[in-house]
């Protein structure tokens, strides 16, 4: 009997290992830096929309779309390690 609960809670805390690094992941959006008006949004590298220092690709500020077809004007910020 005390072996199935030290059972469980080793399986719940691997549950809830995977449920964190799930949340982490899930802020992460892809960086896009303004090109010219013919090209607006070139993607870069990824970054996170948690507040931070700001997502930045060769000293050029990065945006993220809050949608697939619309500007690149949301705040992105640096991909903490």
């Given amino acids: ?16 290992h995977a449920m964190s690094k799930k949340a982490t992941t899930s802020s992460h959006q892809q960086g896009y830096r303004f090109i010219s008006v013919l090209e607006p949004c070139r993607a870069e590298i990824m970054c996170t929309t948690e507040f931070g220092d700001v997502c930045q690709y060769e000293n050029v500020n990065l945006w993220g779309k809050a949608t697939e077809t619309s500007p690149c004007n949301v705040p992105l910020y640096k991909i903490s390690n």
């Fill in 1 to 16: 009997m005390p072996m199935a609960f030290v059972l469980l809670g080793i399986l719940g805390a691997f549950s809830t």
